[in-house]
C-alpha cells in the first residue's frame, strides 16, 4: 500500500525509483495463465490506454504486452531514456479487450490513460544491478502531468492474485475490479461519479476555512476540470506548523492520562508524556523516541517518530498512533485507548485533521486514504477495496 500493501511514496518526480525494486531472486513456478479483461467504461468519445507494470519474478521491471507476455525492460545508461511503448490500446466506451497473462508478475499495477499516452521512463541500473521504471510524478514539471491517468495495484504470484485500489498517493478516474475463482466472485466498486470534483471542492473549501494548502492538491487540465487530487503526502506546499495546536493538546492529555495502545497482534502498551516524549513502558523503540510528530511524518506516517520499523511491536504501536492521528481521535472520550475506544463514526471530528482523507471517505465506498487506513477496532470491516484469490480464473479491471 501507499497503505502496507501499496509501494511507499517515492519522489516528487516519480513514483519508482531503482532502489525500491527487490534484488534478483530465484524463478518461481510457471504462472497458470490468467485471462484479464480491460474495460473502457469511460463514457468518453476520446481514446483510451492500458498500461500493465510490475516486475517479473527476478525482480525485473516490465510491462505485459498485448499478447499477455510479460516483458522486460531495456537496460538504460542514460537517466529518464523513454521507455519503450508498452500501451495497449483500448476500444470505444462499452468495450472490452481480454488478453491472458501468461507470468507471474510482482508489485504491479494497471494504468489507464484518457486521449493520451502516458510517458514511461527508465533509469540506469541501481546497487540492485537492475534499470528503474520511471512512472508519473506528482509536480507540474512532470510530463504526464496533464495527461488523465489512474491506477489499481496488484501481485500475481503462485500464492495468489491480490489486487486493490488506493487513495494513499491519490485520487483519479474511477476503477472497478472483478475477479472469480476458488475464492468465488469478489468485486471491488469504483468512485463513485461525481466524487472527484466534490473531494476537490471540499479541500479547496477546506483551504478557504483554516488556510493550510489543501487546494493545492487540487490538480486540473487546461481547460480546469480536475484531473486527480494528490494526498498530502504529496503536497508541493510545507504543511509546516498545521498540527501543531492539536498535538499540542494531545501531548498535554497524556502527560497526566496514560495512552493505551493494543497491538491486536503483539500486546498491549501503556505510555505517558516525560519531557516531551510519549514513552510506551516494555517497548522496544529502536532508539527512535515518540517526541512530537511532524506533519509530513503524520501524513506519511514513514518518518520521524512515526517511522516503520517492519513487523514488530514498535511498529505496530506506530501504526495505531499514526492512524489516531491523522483521524484526530485522542482527545476524544475514549481516545486514550487505542484503537478500539472509538468508532469509525467518530473519525475526524476536530477541526485540524487529515482533511483530505476525511473526504475519500465521505465519498469512497472503499480504499485507503493514507498508509495505515487497515487500522480499526478489533473485528471491524476492512476499508482497503483489495480482492484476494489464490486460484484466480478471471479478472477484470474497469475504467468507470
Excluded at 325 to 352: H, K
Aim: aromatic fraction near 10%; hydrophobic fraction near 40%.
Amino acid at each position: 500500500m501507499l497503505s502496507r500493501r501499496t509501494f511507499l511514496a517515492a519522489s516528487a518526480a516519480a513514483l519508482t525509483t531503482p532502489a525500491r525494486l527487490p534484488r534478483l531472486a530465484p524463478p518461481t513456478a510457471a504462472a497458470v495463465p490468467l485471462p484479464i479483461t480491460l474495460r473502457n467504461n469511460s463514457g468518453s468519445g476520446a481514446a483510451v490506454y492500458a498500461y500493465i507494470s510490475g516486475a517479473d519474478t527476478g525482480g525485473w521491471p516490465g510491462f505485459v504486452g498485448p499478447d499477455g507476455a510479460f516483458a522486460r525492460l531495456p537496460s538504460s545508461s542514460s537517466p529518464l531514456t523513454p521507455a519503450p511503448d508498452y500501451s495497449i490500446a483500448l476500444g470505444p466506451s462499452g468495450s472490452s479487450t481480454t488478453l491472458t497473462l501468461a507470468d507471474h508478475v510482482i508489485g504491479g499495477r494497471v494504468w489507464f490513460s484518457v486521449d493520451r499516452k502516458i510517458q514511461f521512463f527508465v533509469n540506469p541500473p541501481g546497487d540492485n544491478g537492475v534499470p528503474g521504471l520511471v512512472q508519473p510524478g506528482f509536480t507540474g514539471s512532470d510530463p504526464n502531468w496533464l495527461t488523465d491517468w489512474t491506477f489499481c495495484e496488484f501481485t500475481y504470484d503462485s500464492a495468489n492474485l491480490y489486487a486493490n485500489i488506493s487513495y494513499v498517493d491519490l485520487v483519479a478516474s474511477p476503477i472497478s475490479l472483478q475477479t472469480t475463482g476458488s475464492a468465488g466472485p469478489q468485486s471491488v466498486s469504483p468512485l463513485p461519479a461525481g466524487a472527484l470534483g466534490s473531494i476537490a471542492s471540499g479541500l479547496i473549501a477546506q483551504h478557504a476555512s483554516d488556510g493550510a494548502p489543501w487546494d493545492t492538491l487540487v490538480a486540473a487540465g487546461s481547460d480546469g476540470a480536475v484531473l486527480r487530487v494528490l494526498s498530502p503526502v504529496h503536497s508541493s506546499v510545507d504543511f509546516g506548523g498545521y498540527w501543531t495546536p492539536y498535538l499540542d493538546q494531545v501531548w498535554s492529555r497524556f502527560a497526566g492520562t496514560p495512552l493505551t495502545i493494543d497491538t491486536q497482534s503483539v500486546g498491549t502498551y501503556t505510555a505517558t508524556v516525560s519531557g516531551g516524549v510519549l514513552t510506551f513502558a516494555g517497548l522496544d523503540d529502536h532508539g527512535v523516541a515518540f517526541t512530537v510528530p511532524s506533519a509530513a511524518d503524520i501524513f506519511g506516517c514513514n518518518s520521524g517518530p512515526l517511522y516503520n520499523s517492519g513487523g514488530d511491536a514498535r511498529a505496530a504501536v506506530a501504526a495505531r498512533l499514526g492512524a489516531a492521528l491523522n483521524r484526530s481521535t485522542l482527545l476524544l472520550a475514549g481516545g486514550e485507548n487505542q484503537p478500539d475506544g472509538v468508532t469509525a463514526a467518530q473519525y475526524y471530528p476536530d477541526a485540524i485533521t487529515n482533511h483530505y482523507a476525511r473526504l475519500v471517505h465521505q465519498y469512497a465506498t472503499a480504499g485507503y486514504a493514507f498508509p495505515y487506513d487497515d487500522v480499526g477496532p478489533t473485528g471491524s470491516a476492512p476499508v482497503d477495496g483489495h480482492l484476494q484469490d489464490p486460484a484466480p480464473t478471471s479478472w477484470t479491471v474497469s475504467l468507470d
